[in-house]
């Protein structure tokens, strides 16, 4: 049965830290390994990573995959309030729109 | 404003019913996916459709049906709801490439 864990399940964090998330997975048929980031409702896209090795930024968003490993690590540096949400990650199988999701990591920034 | 449109936003019906849900995807997206995300069972996948065929399918249970229009909005049926149905149902759609998935602001079902 295909898997998607993420950890840690939650995080606390004042302003200025950086944060790892990490996102291992067992998957039958992988394609792609997507990064959302949920606030109170619709999940939005952060990235999507299908190579090894190759870091994708996004500002103060780093994410990168490791395909032998099979782990996702996403980092926030310099961290705001407005990062507070669950961060979720998902794995993609090659059957295209089939997807696993991990149960997602609350990261909670304070003042 | 994510571009997917869907409705309801909120649904209260009884055990036993059918409820239809609608999803209009983004200008140019071809494909539509939908989500059940419950609290005890996360973000789970149900099914995917492109440009009016089914692509693939999750963990979508017998009582639930969806197709997509020729217009490409497509529709979730949920029928013989249980409690158990209750949940945030997601509608997504995409472009190829490297964009992930747009999803909508999902409609909150409450079987009671």
């Known amino acids: 049965e295909d898997k998607v864990v993420q950890s840690p399940l939650s995080l606390v964090v004042h302003e200025g830290d950086t944060v790892t998330l990490n996102c291992s997975y067992e998957?039958?048929?992988?394609?792609?390994l997507l990064w959302y980031k949920q606030e109170k409702k619709a999940p939005t896209f952060l990235f999507m990573l299908?190579?090894?090795?190759i870091e994708k930024k996004s500002g103060r968003l780093s994410s990168i995959l490791d395909k032998k490993e099979l782990f996702s690590i996403l980092n926030i540096t310099a961290t705001q309030t407005g990062d507070s949400a669950v961060y979720l990650c998902a794995v993609e199988e090659t059957n295209a729109g089939k997807s696993t999701f991990g149960d997602g990591t609350t990261l909670t920034v304070k003042p | 404003d994510s571009g997917v449109t869907q409705t309801p936003k909120h649904l209260i019906t009884a055990t036993g019913q059918r409820v239809t849900l609608r999803c209009s995807p983004r200008s140019g997206d071809l494909s539509v996916y939908w989500y059940q995300q419950s609290l005890d069972q996360g973000l789970q996948f149900l099914i995917q459709?492109?440009?009016?065929?089914?692509?693939a399918k999750g963990n979508i249970l017998e009582r639930f049906s969806a197709q997509q229009f020729p217009d490409l909005h497509s529709e979730l049926n949920l029928s013989s709801l249980e409690l158990g149905d209750s949940a945030l149902y997601f509608c997504?759609?995409?472009?190829?490439?490297?964009?992930?998935?747009?999803f909508g602001s999902g409609t909150r079902l409450t079987v009671v």
């Open positions: 299908t190579s090894s090795g």
């Open positions: 997504a759609s995409s472009v190829y490439g490297d964009y992930g998935y747009t």
């Open positions: 459709y492109y440009n009016g065929e089914e692509r």
């Open positions: 998957v039958t048929n992988f394609r792609s």
